[in-house]
């Protein structure tokens, strides 16, 4: 599998995991099959935000009946990993269970990587997913 995303959209995550370096910060995924076409920040819910990350069920409902309405599709969300650790946690897979397939982008102050859950995947049920940054078109 592959996910494709522009550099300057990739550069925006990263920018906006690093507005907090010490908690997991995450967002949405919006575009079409497997092109990440924008990219919509989301407030962190979680009890435990150093650790662990849910996004705010009501950016999730905004853009999924969003999407209904001709917008683009939730494909995934991205969440950074201040622990530094480039691959999903044994609680991201509690989480994937039942997320209809979407795309993981994880974000280290080093890394971003993609991931796909199928459940037998070799990193805590994940299979890994190749990243194809774009330049911009100007
Ligand atoms: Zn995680």
Known sequence: MILVISRSLLDTIVADCARDPHRERCGLL???DA???AVRPAAN???DPATEFEIAPG???????AARGGDLAVIGHYHSHPNGLAQPSARDAVAAVGDGGRYWLIVTDTHASAWHFTGEGAVEGFDAVALAITGDET
């Open 45 to 47: 819910v979680a009890p």
């Open 30 to 32: 919006l575009g079409s």
């Open 59 to 65: 950016a999730l409902i905004e853009a999924v009946r």
């Open 35 to 37: 092109h990440v076409l």
